[in-house]
Structure formats: C-alpha cells, structure tokens
C-alpha cells in the first residue's frame, strides 16, 4: 500500500462516521492519470483510495475525513453521501473487465474498511445507485455477485416475490424521487445487467429478495 495524499477533502459534517462504502470506476486511460486529477487542488474532485489494474492500493484521503468522490445524489434517507461513505475508485475506463488482482485488492481492502467502521454488506454500494440519473459506475462489468457472495456486498434474500417493484427499491434505500425508468436502470445496473426491455416479472422478484436482504440487514425499511 503507497500513499498519495491529496489536498481535496475536509470534515465530516454533523460528527457523522461513515456507514456506506461507494465503489466507482475512474473513466480515465491510466491509474496515473486518475491519481494525478484525485489529488488536483483545481480538480476539486477525490476518493479515499485508489485501486490500480494490478492490485496496487494507495490511500489518496484518511477514512475519517469527507472525500469529494459521490456527488450529487441519494442513498438511504440522506443526500450528503459523501459526508456518511468512503469512496474507492478502480482504475478502469468503464469499458472493459476488472482485472483478478484489482479485484482481490478490493476485497482485501474491503474487509478492513467494514470492520473498522463496523459497515454491513449493504452498506456497500454503486455510484449508480446513489446517483442513477448521473452516474453508471462501477458499470455492467463490475462482478457485484463475487463481493455478495465473500459478504462485501448485499446478497437477495430467498424468499418469494410479493408487493411492487418501486415499493421493493424505495425500501432497500434507493431515492423516492427517482422516476420509475431511473429506478429500473438503477436496480439493472447493480444486480440483473443482463436485463432489458421493460419491467418483467423476474425484475419484480429480484426486487423483493432485494429488498428483504437490505430489511433483515438493519438498513432497509420494513
């Protein structure tokens, strides 16, 4: 792990300590170019870590302070996200597969982030989820069934579908003022990138079990 501080981050507002890990993509043709913008002052722009294609971790903001990485958006009963989060960028232009040891890193680094700021599996989130109608990453390539599985991230419960889709998503900590179309792309993105068309009885089922997961977790809303 090399450390690469940057300017671009300040205090927490209102003493809160971070409850959500956010997972974003860099979009950009290096690791070198992306670390050279996350610590621009003139960027205005940051992360808690960076995660290069080879697994190469480097902290760019301590976890205590607020980073500037999710933006705009919505997670859970509030919008400063990045007052409540700890980002994570992977270096990946957005368009092609996450490497094997960026991955591993990932998880590693995961599992430390989670027990020290005691962050549930569904604390871990996409940039597209709290911020569908700006953001996509970490994209249809990002492998969330691989962190669910090790207990990185929320796995659907097993249970049978039942209510309406919009209900499901509101309740797993996605933002009501999305419109049903945002919400859909959203709920694609994260756990049925395969999915396409309009809402389908699968996508319905899928919702519930997402639902009760973020329910039986502590951090959905019954």
Known sequence: MTEFPSPNFGERRGGVVPSLVVIHYTAMTSCAAARERLCDPAAEVSAHWLISEDGGAEALVPEDARAWHAGAGWWAGGDDVN??????ELANRG????PEPQMAALEGLLRGIMARWSIP????????DMAPARKRDPGLRFDWGRLARQGLALRPAALPAEGDFRDHLLRAGYDPALSDDLLLTAFRLRFRPWGDGSLSAEDRKLAARVAQAAVDAGTGTA
């Open 83 to 88: 007052s409540r989060s700890i980002g994570i």
């Open 95 to 98: 368009d092609h597969p996450f």
């Open 121 to 128: 599996p569904a604390g871990v989130i996409g940039h597209s």
